[in-house]
């Protein structure tokens, strides 16, 4: 689960830069306002780790806290999805240029409709853009003629009853936002961001590997 959480900070990190919003900054933010938190609940000068540690055991439910937050309903989640700007910036162009990286056979073009689409239900669904990238290039490297063995289709490898379930199509808007139902749905079931991540990326390992932080 590290590693995942690692990966898709990998792929935050590269999407602001300058004086534009930075994700990095944001994480960084956020685990120091994690350790001011438990500080406040032990020994202020008992070590991070040995906070952790002494946690009882089944009382996770700070640490899920936190790492729901940085994936999902946390202030840093709307801040992206509100930001009029995010397709317009540097950043923007970074994201492009990372994407083209792992699907050479897409042009610009192709790219900034997937991430238009993206950013644009990711929005109107209150989720985070770039954990369905993350998914997107697990599930089909940003492929939309992906099909599956099992009859997945599309970037985000939806099932056949899929679209029936989210009333979409297989057209890349039509994938896109059947995606980002999806993955909001199981979270919603799930309540906790690592089960979730953990029952819809099985194959995250593979593009840890392919980045070489396997």
Known sequence: MKKCILFLMIVSKISFSGGEISFQKQKEKIEQERIEKLKTQTDSNADKSKEL???????????????NKLFYDDKFVKKINNASHIQKNIGNRKLVEYIKTQNSRLNENEIQSILDYVFKYSREYNFNPYLVLAVMN???????????????????????FNF???????????????????????????????????????????????????
């Open 53 to 67: 540690d002494d946690l009882p055991k089944g009382d996770t439910s700070n640490i899920q806290s936190q790492s």
């Open 138 to 160: 697990t599930e089909s490297h940003f492929n939309h003629s992906t099909v599956s063995s099992a009859g997945a289709r599309g970037l985000m490898q939806l099932m056949p």
């Open 164 to 214: 029936k379930e989210f009333g979409v199509d297989n057209s890349i808007s039509g994938n896109i936002k059947g995606g980002v139902l999806h993955l909001k749905r199981d979270y919603e079931k799930l309540a906790v961001f690592q089960k979730c991540l953990s029952a819809i990326m099985l194959a995250v390992e593979d593009w840890l590997t392919m980045l070489g932080k396997g």
